[in-house]
């Protein structure tokens, strides 16, 4: 990643929502990888005309991103501390009609805010489920994938469309099964993620999982982030 005053970091994985499947966060490892600390930027304050190829420059000054509140990258997000986060940057709030939800802020500088007026404004309009939490995309590979009819494997990866920040499809890795594949389940499909549990169910059948579109990484262009590999899919 990159700040107007140069390189800052490198993201090493996403937070998303289980409710309408967004991309939330980029999460950014600071420094060196032996001794750094992480960071969440929003998508919607990345500049989209980089030309750069594996590259995130975003409208934010080292001093911004390094002064950003400290958020336990390890642990789910709650809208608290999002409230902070977004109070940081000056951003206005995707949970009341802001940010991610269909702009960005490519051609304006985050002023800070600490006006208490506008944080009770933020708490004040928030809805029923505004203290949902995020998880991150590293936590949840690995998770046991559950049909209707039983277990058919697990999560592998993720594909996300970089231009809307929506995750589209797990990628489920079926092969405990004899002859099993890695195949696309679309987010549609999903009906419960279990944080606690590590389970994902899903509302098809082990049949209908079996015979669901083959992953194919050819067709994807990946990202690598730390030891996973994350993937856009712009022909979707």
Same mark, same amino acid.
């Given at each position: ?15 998303? *929502? $289980?409710?309408? &499947? ?22 919607? #304050? ?9 590259? /995130? ?5 080292? +001093? ?6 400290? !958020?336990?990258? *390890? ?8 409230? +902070? ?9 995707? &949970? !009341? ?9 490519? $051609? ?15 708490? #004040?309009?928030?809805?029923? *489920? ?20 039983? +277990? ?12 809307? &920040? ?11 099964? #004899? ?5 696309? !389940? ?8 279990? &944080?606690?549990? /590590? ?38």
């Amino acid at each position: 990643m990159e700040a107007k005053d140069g390189r800052i970091g490198e993201v090493v994985e996403f937070y998303f *929502d $289980d409710k309408t &499947w967004k991309i939330r966060y980029l999460i950014v490892r600071l420094g060196h990888p032996l001794n750094s600390r992480q960071v969440l930027i929003s998508p919607d #304050a990345l500049l989209r005309t980089t030309g750069q190829k594996e590259l /995130f420059s975003v409208h934010l000054t080292k +001093e911004q991103i390094n002064k950003s509140p400290n !958020i336990d990258t *390890d642990k789910p997000v709650s809208r608290q501390q999002e409230i +902070e986060l977004y109070g940081h940057y000056g951003w206005p709030a995707y &949970w !009341i009609g802001g940010l991610n939800s269909g702009g960005n802020l490519e $051609d304006t500088t985050p002023i800070p805010v600490t006006d208490e007026k506008k944080m009770d404004q933020i708490n #004040a309009n928030k809805k029923p *489920d505004a203290d949902l939490y995020l998880c991150s995309t590293a936590r949840v590979t690995g998770y046991t994938i559950y049909a209707n009819d039983g +277990e058919i494997g697990h999560v592998n990866d993720f594909i996300f469309d970089d231009q809307t &920040w929506q995750l589209v499809n797990f990628v489920v890795d079926t092969q405990s099964w #004899a002859g099993g594949e890695k195949v696309l !389940i679309a987010v549609e499909h999903i009906k419960e993620l279990v &944080w606690q549990k /590590f389970e994902v169910f899903l509302d098809m059948t082990i049949a209908g999982v079996k015979n669901s579109p083959l992953f194919d990484a050819l067709k994807y262009k990946a990202i690598e982030t730390g030891n996973t590999v994350k993937l856009t899919g712009n022909s979707l």
